[in-house]
C-alpha cells in the first residue's frame, strides 16, 4: 500500500509538477522542494540511485539560491543518508564533513558536486 503511494507520488510529480515548475519558475526552491520530495519517495523505495539523482540537484539549486540555509543544509543531509544507506561511506563522510563546515559552501561552489563528490 505504502509503495504504491510513493509511486504515485514519484509519478504525478515528475510528470505533471517538476516540469510546469522548471518551465514557469526555473531554477526555484518549489522546484528543490519538488525535488526533494521525489528523492525522498524514492529513498523510502529503497532506490537510492534516483535519491541522489534527485537531491543532488535540489542541492545545487539550493546552494545558488540560498547559499548557507537551513534548506541547503537539509539536502547536504538528505544526500548524506541516501549515500549511507547505499553502503558509500567514504563520500557520506566527505558530505558530513562538508556540512559541518559551514561558510565552506561559497569557497567551493564553482566545483560541480558531480566531481567533488563523484555522484
Not at 548524506?80 to 547505499?86: H, I, R
Request: overall charge neutral; charged content about 25%.
Amino acid at each position: 500500500m505504502m509503495q504504491r503511494k510513493h509511486l504515485a507520488s514519484i509519478e504525478t510529480r515528475r510528470i505533471s509538477v517538476l516540469p510546469d515548475f522548471e518551465s514557469i519558475l526555473g531554477d526555484h526552491p518549489f522546484v528543490a522542494t519538488t525535488l526533494s520530495k521525489i528523492s525522498n519517495s524514492y529513498h523510502a523505495l529503497g532506490d537510492y540511485d534516483n535519491a541522489i539523482k534527485f537531491t543532488r540537484r535540489a542541492l545545487e539549486i539550493r546552494e545558488k539560491l540560498l547559499g548557507d540555509h537551513q534548506e541547503t543544509a537539509r539536502s547536504l543531509y538528505d544526500l548524506g543518508v541516501a549515500l549511507s544507506a547505499k553502503k558509500e561511506y567514504v563520500r557520506w563522510v566527505f558530505i558530513l564533513l562538508f556540512s559541518l563546515s559551514g561558510g565552506f559552501f561559497h569557497l567551493f561552489s564553482y566545483i560541480s558536486w558531480e566531481v567533488v563528490c563523484d555522484v
